[in-house]
């Protein structure tokens, strides 16, 4: 390492940020991009370790811990102090097909296994990797690469999520001819509508595509395969499938009241809200709105801080979420070990605003909701709804019990719920003839990513189950690698 004590001479620094009520009046990103000179004192930080835990990229205790694509951190943030930008973007873009987007939404394991981390402040890494990359963007040193010669083969990728674009990337890279079914009318999945734009500006997503697309990608939009496109058709027009559909079956609330109105699903709210950005800044009125409404989310993560912060936007009334578990301790606990995915108390942007709007946090803990209430019309008017603890029961599993006397009743105008997703939906799967495991995801071993059915592969949540957009591309980049061989095996055996 260039600055080898680094990491005792710097304290760390993290990008500054719009005032939350200056912010919310746009969809925009609010970061505060660092001065060069700062950043290279943060990439100074990390430390000759000798075991750079950042990107290992395992499973500790169900949590990732590391970086999943094994991103050469300590080589870019290296490259970064010592002023050499250019090659610490190629180091950077050699494992990760699109840091612009994790260096935006990803948690960043890498950062809770940061050996610095362990007895102090991890290494900025994730701000240093969306610096470089936007860098490389600004100097023009990202440009198209098609490849050089093309295989013969076509292989057709379904679904234009992080996975999706992955896979598709690092199969023309090979030199296969790949085309992109996507059946919404932009591309991108989840990183185009299931992550606001404030969080992940589309423009973002639109210059990479753009940039896939000069490399020699097709992309196919409004196209649902198994229904606009038979999958016959598909099999037979392509030697090779990739199905990165993602796990978008949301999980529900099947509690009384739930057939009353203004009740929603998360994605679906934050879907319809940025197309109708996109297309018309919300003026053509095809969005769930929450002006004017007292909005309730409930679950916790990432999509219910989404939530709220796109709730306070629109001009709500008031805003809370609900969240069945405890709130995390404020420092990591001795069962939660490094490196480890800390799980302490985290503060995000969505409860930051809420604070600043209303003069509260917005998260309840250790609640429940006995039930949706309604006027005679069926119009959603508030929630019952129970604190509650957690108890082993007789098998020794922590179960929730209600705390009797705690049930009150609250306003809500607009229940928006972010409970996660179940797995993939059924109907392609099935016209397919894709065997499941108990999960009900498709099951394709890690390694060959194949299913059941010859020539048809899988990656991304479709495949795992709902996970970081960072799992997503390094399945997408895995499984590339599967059908590649796949395909080199078909040409031997025909030679």
Known sequence: MGKATGFMEYEREVPGELEPLERISSWAEFSVPMNEEQLRTQGARCMDCGTPFCHVGRMLSGMASGCPLHNLIPEWNDLVYRGNWKEALKRLQKINNFPEFTGRVCPAPCEGACTVGKHGAPVTIK???????????????????????????????????????????????????????????????????????????????????????????????????????????????????????????????????????????????????????????????RHISAKDKHVIVIGGGDTGTDCVATAIRHGCNSVNQLEIMPMPPLSRQPDN??????????????????????????????????????????????????????????????????????????????????????????????????????RSNVKAAEGTYSTNVEGVFAAGDMRRGQSLVVWAIQEGRQAAKAVTRYLTADRLLRA
Request: charged share 30%; glycine share 10%.
């Open 337 to 438: 070990p490094w490196p480890e995915w800390p799980k302490v108390m985290k503060t995000d942007y969505g409860q930051k605003e809420a604070v600043e709007v209303f003069g509260e946090e917005p998260r309840r803990f250790l609640t429940s909701t006995r039930q949706f209430l309604s006027d005679d019309n069926g119009q959603l008017t508030g929630l019952e709804i129970v604190e509650i603890e957690w108890l082993h029961n007789a098998q020794g599993r922590l179960v929730p019990h209600e705390i009797e006397g705690t049930a009150r009743r609250v306003p809500a105008d607009l229940v928006l719920l972010a409970l996660g997703f179940t797995g993939p939906e059924d109907g392609l799967l099935i016209q397919l003839g894709i065997e499941r495991d108990e």
């Open 127 to 285: 701000n240093i990797e969306k610096s470089i990359v936007d860098r490389g963007f600004l100097e023009g040193w990202i440009q198209p690469e098609p490849p050089e010669r093309r295989t013969g083969y076509k292989v057709a990728v379904v679904g234009s999520g992080p996975a999706g674009l992955a896979c598709a990337d690092q199969l023309n890279q090979a030199g296969h001819m790949v085309t992109v079914f996507e059946r919404a009318d932009r591309i991108g999945g989840l990183l185009m509508y299931g992550i606001p734009n404030m969080k992940l500006e589309k423009s973002s997503v639109e210059r990479r595509v753009r940039l896939l697309e000069a490399e020699g990608i097709q992309f196919v939009t409004r196209c649902e395969v198994g229904k606009d496109l038979p999958v016959d058709a598909l099999k037979k027009d392509y030697d090779a499938v990739v199905l990165c559909g993602g796990a978008t079956l949301a999980r529900d609330l099947p509690i009384p009241g739930r057939e009353a109105d203004g009740i929603y699903q998360a994605m679906e709210f934050l879907t319809l809200n940025t197309r109708s950005l996109l297309d018309s800044g919300l003026e053509d009125g």
